[in-house]
């Protein structure tokens, strides 16, 4: 069975520091992979999404950048951290097609200080 | 352009009170999927249910209920006999069957009053 793993579960990190929150996804190849968030008491903003091996496609310009090293692992990274960054982060899969639903991990509470 | 729209941000209800959730969309393609997924506190998202553009047939879940309209592009979710676990943030989504975005609205927050 398909599992999605994505860590940590919670960070707090100062302003201007950088960051990496990671996601890999297990017993499937080739996924849709993306990257979303959600600011306190607001919806699911989708950041980037990915269909394959150093594929990033970006939603929404701001401080924050995609990659996609292997098949199955995503990241997300900031260089300089702004308060504005601070929020839910969820990570989530799906197979190819539009008509697949996405399978979400247990997001990271990213706080900055 | 796809987009999707939940414009009730918060809904309280009284245990045992039946409740509709709104869900409107946008999107120009012919082909399409609706989703709906619950977030409870926890903050994991459950996946609910998924419909394509070519099925209006309304489904019925325990008592869970979708009525999905081509005609006024609505995906509404209704639940019945209320309870205090159905308290959660509520999405509705939307994907096309072209490109690859999977977009959501901005959520409903039940509060379910026992």
């Known amino acids: 069975s398909q599992t999605i793993h994505q860590w940590p579960a919670t960070l707090v990190q100062p302003v201007g520091s950088p960051l990496s929150l990671e996601c890999t996804v297990e017993?499937?190849?080739?996924?849709?992979l993306y990257w979303y968030r959600q600011a306190a008491g607001r919806g699911l903003q989708l950041l980037f999404y990915?269909?394959?091996?150093?594929?990033i496609s970006s939603e929404v310009p701001q401080n924050l950048s995609a990659s996609r090293p292997q098949d199955r692992q995503f990241i997300l990274s900031s260089k300089k951290l702004l308060l504005s960054d601070s929020g839910f982060y969820l990570c989530?899969?799906?197979?190819?097609?539009?008509?697949?639903?996405?399978?979400f991990g247990s997001g990271t509470q990213l706080s900055v200080l | 352009a796809q987009k999707v729209t939940q414009a009730q941000t918060e809904i309280s209800v009284v245990e045992k009170e039946d409740v509709t959730l709104d869900c409107v969309y946008e999107?120009?393609?012919?082909?399409?999927?609706l989703f709906w997924y619950k977030q409870p506190p926890s903050g994991e998202l459950v996946f609910l249910i998924r419909?394509?553009?070519?099925?209006?047939q309304n489904e019925i879940s325990g008592r869970y209920s979708w009525n999905f309209q081509k005609s006024t592009s609505s995906f509404n979710f209704t639940i019945t006999a209320s309870q205090v676990v159905d308290s959660a943030v509520y999405f509705c989504?939307?994907?096309?069957?072209?490109?690859?975005?999977?977009?959501f609205g901005t959520g409903t927050s039940l509060t379910v009053i026992p």
């Open positions: 989504a939307l994907s096309a069957n072209t490109g690859n975005q999977f977009y």
């Open positions: 419909r394509n553009s070519f099925d209006e």
């Open positions: 990915s269909v394959g091996i150093g594929q």
């Open positions: 017993g499937t190849s080739n996924p849709n």
């Open positions: 999107t120009r393609d012919t082909t399409y999927y």
């Open positions: 989530a899969w799906r197979q190819y097609g539009g008509n697949e639903k996405l399978f």
